[in-house]
């Protein structure tokens, strides 16, 4: 079957077709193809039932896929812990590119979680802190969504290696699309130049991977980019893709 088949199938069949029918055939069809063809399948397929998720530490998906589909709902979460530089990305994003930021956040702030489970939680549990202020926000977020974009990549982390271009994302029962899957950091580089793309300032200041302030530090050269990411906890990823 072949992509177009597949996008008439799920057209005409959507609400009888199982959406992990459709993700062994397109991950393998869409394999080396450019990230561009890779968004233009899920927006002919998804539709407005397709958003992405961007961390605000560049621009670089929300570009891609924006000039693909324009007015694309791009989901930011709001942890209440993010650096300055991080919301004033979020801010010029919304000025610049033609996509809805809808800001998510967590069902308690961070004095209200801090009164029922005590200060600096992310310091001693992080995983819960992750899951609390980022995972289940995000899962309540999804749950309109059919499919969703992701700018994850195999270079990343070990754990982040067998990343497909497109997967089925059983923990949220929907489709799960990562087309920057092959790029390498000179790939992301090379189009944020040539682009330019905007990007959040803080990687000016040897931040190269961003997450909340308290669990990111500069990362001095020579250092693997996401060793500033939850430093001296054992702690890879905060949840979200695993």
């Known amino acids: 079957m072949t992509l177009v088949d597949l996008e008439v199938a799920f057209r005409d069949q959507r609400g009888e077709l199982d959406l992990r029918d459709i993700v062994e055939s397109a991950a393998t069809a869409l394999e ?16 407005e039932r397709l958003c992405l998720t961007s961390s605000m530490s560049d621009a670089l998906l929300i570009d891609l896929v924006s000039r693909v589909r324009p007015g ?15 919301v004033g990305t979020r801010d010029a994003v919304r000025q610049v590119y033609d996509v809805n930021v809808i800001d998510i956040k967590p069902s308690r702030t961070v004095e209200e979680q801090d009164r029922d489970l005590g200060p600096r939680l992310f310091g001693r549990n992080p995983d819960l802190c992750c899951y609390l202020r980022k995972v289940e926000p995000l899962n309540r977020a999804l749950e309109p969504y059919l499919a969703w974009i992701s700018g994850i990549r195999r270079d990343e982390s070990p754990s982040r290696v067998g990343t497909r271009v497109v997967e089925w994302d059983a923990k949220r029962q929907m489709v799960k699309v990562n087309p920057i ?9 090379n189009y944020i130049a040539d682009n330019g793309v905007l990007i959040n300032p803080l990687h000016y200041d040897n931040y190269p991977s961003i997450g909340c302030a308290p669990c990111t530090r500069q990362v001095t050269e020579g250092e693997d980019p996401r060793s500033g990411r939850w430093a001296g906890l054992g702690k890879v990823e905060c949840g979200i893709h695993l």
């Open 181 to 189: 899957a092959a790029w390498t950091q000179d790939d992301v580089d």
């Open 32 to 47: 080396g193809a450019p990230a561009r063809e890779i968004i233009r399948w899920a927006a002919a397929t998804f539709g």
């Open 72 to 86: 694309v709902d791009v989901l930011f979460i709001d942890t209440g812990y993010h650096f300055a530089e991080t």
